[in-house]
């Protein structure tokens, strides 16, 4: 019954950009980010995913957004300006 239960976790979650849009709203607070930026950021290959032909629409693999959004925080951190004076 374990197995199970370890299967389950490492399933991927894929989402239309406008369903991650709905989920995660502080992706338009704090980075200003729209399900058109989300859908180019998939034809770019920035994130993973698959375009499902029957929806019509990108469907985007949560954890590779997740990977996405923390290189784009270190990188906001690097670029802090500390100790000018």
Do not use: H
Not at 2 to 26: C, G, H, M, Q, W
Not at 50 to 63: A, E, L, V
């Amino acid at each position: 019954m374990s197995a199970d239960v370890v299967n389950l976790t490492k399933r991927e979650t894929y989402l239309t950009p406008k369903e991650i849009i709905e989920t995660y709203p502080e992706l338009i607070v704090k980075f200003n980010w729209t399900a058109n930026d989300l859908g180019n950021f998939f034809k770019c290959r920035l994130i993973d995913g698959y375009y499902d032909r029957g929806k019509r629409n990108s469907m985007i693999q949560i954890s590779s957004l997740r990977k996405l959004v923390e290189f784009v925080n270190k990188n906001l951190d690097a670029k802090k300006i500390q100790n000018v004076l």
